[in-house]
């Protein structure tokens, strides 16, 4: 008997090695349901949701596990905005440019986090502690211009504060 593997298995197996088990697991369970390539969404998400972003080798690997062609997985991981292909900070501030942050001189906070940072909008910092985001409206326009960082809002934010917010929050790091 020939224990060789073809080439295929060879693929799926090292894909299945690629993604931890509660992901496999959750690609099998789609993968038995009526039109399981509809499910590749959910997925994108679940292994965002478990490692932080999706990696060329993970979307690769969803690929391969579903069945469906990895230029459709890498173009709707790319088209949809929820999803970063890229890895985030520990930390993602997210600087309101709605109108009203906007008018209240929003662009000038970004222009500063942008200074301290070293980065530009969409970017991480090279030790991985923040990522630099833009967002519009955050529902709390009577308070513009607002910053998100973390799970907390800051609201009237001028370029002034931005050094001591991001002292606070590399401080809290440590």
Known sequence: MNSKISPREEVLANAQK???KDITDYIDECMKKDHPKSFLIAVLHKVQEKYGYLSKENLQAVAYLMDIPAAKVSGVASFYHLFHLKP?????????LGTACFV?????????FKEEL????GQTTTDNQFTLMNTRCLGMCAMAPVVKIGDDIHAK???DVVPALLEKYSKAMK
């Open 118 to 121: 070293g980065i530009d909008l």
């Open 104 to 112: 209240k001189g929003a662009e000038k906070v970004v222009k500063k």
């Open 18 to 20: 690629r993604l931890e």
């Open 88 to 96: 985030k900070g520990k930390i993602v501030i997210s600087v309101c």
């Open 157 to 159: 934010v001028t370029s």
